[in-house]
């Protein structure tokens, strides 16, 4: 079964400080890698997208890596604003068409404080 | 440009009445979905309509239907609401199905209680 594994669940960090945010998969065959943004009320909205052969993809402060060979893929943010509260949600898509193309994880809740 | 937009944005239900969700982008997409998005879990997908005229059950297809207006439009019904509904319902488009290189566009979600 394609599973997607975030962690943390939840994050409080200080403006201005970095944070990095993790995402496994075992999702197959694997075509891409997308982080979204959610905030509060509102759809998730994609940041990067990534596919096999790409290591590093970057948004403004937003930057993902994926490592293909053991499955796992980081978000960090840099220099962090009060407007990167919200949750960041990793979806793995397979090589497949159809309904099991996304698999989507549970998302890491991140509260920046002032 | 709206994107995706869904109504209500909020409802309350009574167990047993029914209700329909409303969604429509103006992207000239050809798919379309619906997800419920329940605390601690992914974004779960109930139904979906690769184009118009087709649709298609997803992962959590029990109790709801759905309807392909048109291109535009794709509606999801919950004939007899159950507490267990209670969810936050998102509406999303995409240019095709697939492989999913194709981006996904979310509606704002409409948030929906059944007591």
């Known amino acids: 079964k394609n599973q997607v594994e975030q962690s943390p669940q939840s994050l409080i960090i200080l403006e201005g400080k970095n944070c990095t945010l993790q995402?496994?998969?075992?999702?197959?065959?694997?075509?891409?890698l997308r982080w979204y943004k959610q905030d509060t009320g509102r759809g998730p909205v994609s940041l990067t997208i990534?596919?096999?052969?790409?290591n590093t993809k970057s948004n403004g402060r937003y930057t993902a890596t994926l490592d293909a060979d053991t499955k796992q893929s980081s978000l960090h943010i840099t220099a962090s604003q009060l407007s990167d509260s919200a949750s960041y949600i990793c979806?793995?898509?397979?090589?497949?068409?159809?309904?099991?193309?996304?698999?989507f994880g549970s998302g890491t809740r991140l509260q920046v404080q002032p | 440009n709206a994107g995706v937009t869904q109504t209500p944005k909020f409802q309350v239900l009574k167990t047993g009445q029914s209700m329909t969700l409303q969604c429509a982008q103006d992207?000239?997409?050809?798919?379309m979905y619906w997800y419920r998005q329940d605390p601690g879990m992914g974004l779960r997908l109930i139904y979906y309509?690769?184009?118009?005229?087709?649709?298609d059950k997803g992962e959590v297809p029990n109790g709801y239907n759905v309807s392909r207006l048109n291109k535009r439009e794709f509606s999801l019904r919950l004939e007899s609401a159950a507490p267990s509904q209670t969810s936050v319902y998102f509406c999303?488009?995409?240019?095709?199905?697939?492989?999913?290189?194709?981006?996904?566009?979310f509606g704002s979600g409409t948030r929906l209680t059944v007591v």
């Open positions: 999303a488009s995409s240019e095709a199905l697939g492989t999913s290189n194709y981006g996904y566009t």
């Open positions: 995402c496994n998969y075992t999702v197959s065959p694997f075509s891409n």
């Open positions: 990534m596919t096999f052969s790409e």
């Open positions: 979806v793995v898509s397979a090589k497949s068409t159809g309904r099991r193309a996304l698999t």
């Open positions: 992207m000239n997409h050809n798919s």
């Open positions: 309509s690769a184009s118009e005229g087709t649709t």
